[in-house]
């Protein structure tokens, strides 16, 4: 082989590695469209200014929502977009050991990571991730458990979530609506549908959600599964009125379609774009009605202030506040990197051919 055919070798397997390096599961439109998802990201993350109404959620969703039979098998490897962050000074300084999940509502199943290191079991993550409606647990992609001191999550645009110490399921519902929104590579909360209803507000719900377009649009999740579960009301302490235009646009999702959202498969048709869980189960679990909600307790908003955050936590685990609770800083720090990759990767594709 001489020296010209070598290096072309060499620069076609740089090319073609490039589109199965981990994380480049980028939907095409995202390629595409850049330019403007990157806009649309900056403008999702910028702090907003309306007024919190609470300092955070107090309650947690586990006893409103119903878990989903499932099960577990051990799986024989790591899957790369794990094992990329195991290492000493990785999220996972041990080692991972991944399972595949099948839920009784999807034939898809899930991959779930656990560092040897995560204080989260395997069983409480799978109860946790069962409970998350099925209209919207189809968009979460992997999910890794892992160790630390704080309780916190984070969700990237591959719809993987990260999760640290030991979370409830509102904070799981919480990452799980990140997926959503990033699911078909153009955010929902970068749309000027959605800065436009907030800009027409003067509240959002708690300070968490006030950190950026993006944290409010899932904790507008949070709070419209709450409300689903509880005749559709608020939680105690929060106001429809100051935050009437957020609470109509996710009215108009699709997501919150009663019958799809608690319903009993993952295949569900006309929903936005982007699920990773979307075959339907050989046989479709009977859907159980969800749980009445609990009786309601008189609390004022100033009582509620002083009660401990995650009060419901039946599990014993450290109170996980509002913003130490979810850390989104990596949500979009990989994909960006993927899109400029192709493009070189195409450019020296085209000289190659040229050549
Ligand atoms: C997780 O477990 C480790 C080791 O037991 C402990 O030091 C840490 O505080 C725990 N983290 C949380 C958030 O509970
Ligand atoms: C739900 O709301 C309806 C109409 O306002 C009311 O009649 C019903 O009693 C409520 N149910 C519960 C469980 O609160």
Redesign the pocket.
């Known amino acids: 082989m001489n020296m010209a055919s070598f290096t072309k070798l060499v620069l076609f397997s740089v090319c073609l590695s490039s589109f199965f390096t981990p994380g480049t599961a980028v939907p095409l439109r995202m390629r595409r469209d850049a330019a403007s998802v990157t806009a649309a990201m900056e403008a999702s993350k910028a702090a907003l200014t309306q007024n919190a109404q609470q300092d955070a959620y107090i309650f947690d969703l586990t006893t409103s929502l119903n878990p989903t039979a499932s099960t577990i098998t051990t799986l024989p490897t790591v899957p790369a977009n794990c094992a990329i962050y195991n290492g000493p000074d990785g999220e996972c300084p041990t080692y991972f050991v991944a399972s595949s999940v099948t839920y009784a509502d999807c034939a898809d199943a899930y991959t779930i990571c656990q560092c040897s290191t995560a204080?989260m079991s395997l069983s409480t993550a799978v109860d946790r991730l069962g409970r998350v409606p099925i209209g919207l647990r189809r968009y979460v992609a992997t999910v890794a458990l892992l160790?630390?001191?704080?309780?916190r999550a984070y969700t990237l645009t591959t719809g993987d979530i990260h999760i640290f110490?030991?979370p409830q399921v509102d904070t799981w519902v919480h990452e799980a609506g990140h997926a959503y929104d990033f699911a078909s590579g153009s955010p929902f909360s970068g749309t000027s549908e959605w800065l436009g209803a907030i800009k027409s507000d003067t509240c959002v719900p708690d300070k968490y959600s006030a950190t950026s377009a993006g944290e409010n649009f899932a904790q507008q999740i949070v709070m419209k599964v709450y409300s689903m579960t509880h005749n559709n009301t608020l939680p105690a302490g929060f106001a429809p009125d100051c935050m009437s235009h957020q609470l109509e646009y996710m009215n108009g999702l699709f997501l919150f379609n009663q019958n799809t959202l608690f319903g009993n498969t993952c295949a569900i048709e006309g929903s936005e774009p982007g699920a990773r869980h979307t075959t339907a189960p050989l046989v479709l679990p009977n859907v159980l009605p969800l749980p009445p909600p609990p009786a309601p307790v008189p609390t004022s908003i100033s009582n509620q202030q002083s009660t401990p955050v995650n009060s419901e936590s039946t599990t014993g685990?450290?109170a996980q506040g509002p913003s130490a609770a979810r850390k989104d800083n990596a949500a979009v720090a990989l994909p960006f990197r993927h899109p400029r990759l192709m493009g070189f990767s195409t450019l020296l594709l085209a000289i190659w051919f040229s050549w």
């Open positions: 204080n160790g630390g001191d704080e309780t110490g030991d685990a450290p």
